[in-house]
């Protein structure tokens, strides 16, 4: 069964430093992977995605993705970290043979300090 | 573009309400619309998968007949939480996509109490 996992349930970095948050699929045929970001008490919103191609994908915000098929991962990083970027972020594969249902990771809650 | 709205953000009422919450999708058409259900601190759980013109699919250990789904056009589905119970408040979202290989949008979500 496809399965995501995001092993940080908790990351805190300073204000200005990078950041990576780590993200783990098991999918049996072509994965389509998306970040998505949630703000407390909010819906998701689309950071990236990847479907084909080019393994680094750029997203809004100034997030990159990178798909690593070797490793089945799709980590999330950003070189300089605000605190607007403070929330919440999923990891989800897409099952776009089967209805384009998504399969979501845990989560990774995101705190900047100062 | 892909902008999907939920109406309304919250809702609170008594136990044995039945609870109507839209979503629309405001500047496309919308093939498909699912909806999730998400626990504090948790991640979404589908709920179920709809699309225009038929039943909805639902997951495994969602009750229809508890959470009734209506996909009445491209841009309009609706979840109506029958005899809510305590038990039934959480987060309810909705997202919607363009179509095949498309990703999904996601409304603001709708916080349901029931007291």
């Known amino acids: 069964a496809q399965s995501v996992t995001q092993p940080d349930i908790h990351i805190t970095v300073s204000e200005g430093a990078s950041l990576e948050l780590r993200c783990n699929y098991s999918?049996?045929?072509?994965?389509?992977l998306f970040w998505y970001v949630q703000s407390p008490g909010q819906g998701l919103q689309l950071l990236l995605k990847y479907f084909s191609g080019d393994t680094l994908v750029q997203g809004i915000k100034g997030f990159e993705a990178e798909f690593k098929r070797s490793q089945s991962s799709f980590n999330l990083r950003k070189t300089s970290v605000h605190f607007i970027d403070a929330a919440e972020y999923f990891c989800?594969?897409?099952?776009?043979?089967?209805?384009?249902?998504?399969?979501f990771g845990a989560g990774t809650i995101l705190r900047v300090k100062s | 573009g892909a902008v999907v709205s939920q109406h309304p953000s919250r809702v609170i009422c008594k136990s044995g309400t039945s609870v109507k919450i839209e979503c629309r999708s405001l500047?496309?058409?919308?093939?498909?619309m699912f909806w999730y259900r998400q626990f504090p601190k948790q991640s979404l759980m589908l709920m179920a998968t709809?699309?225009?013109?038929?039943?909805?699919?639902?997951e495994q250990g969602v009750e229809k007949d508890k959470f009734l789904i209506n996909h009445a056009s491209l841009t309009l589905s609706t979840l109506t939480v029958t005899s809510a119970h305590p038990e039934d408040s959480s987060f309810y979202i909705c997202s919607a996509n363009r179509g095949r290989f498309q990703p999904q949008h996601f409304g603001d979500g709708t916080r349901l109490s029931i007291l």
């Open positions: 709809s699309n225009e013109g038929s039943k909805a699919t639902y």
């Open positions: 989800a594969v897409g099952e776009m043979e089967y209805g384009n249902k998504l399969v």
């Open positions: 500047d496309f058409q919308a093939t498909t």
């Open positions: 999918y049996g045929a072509t994965p389509y």
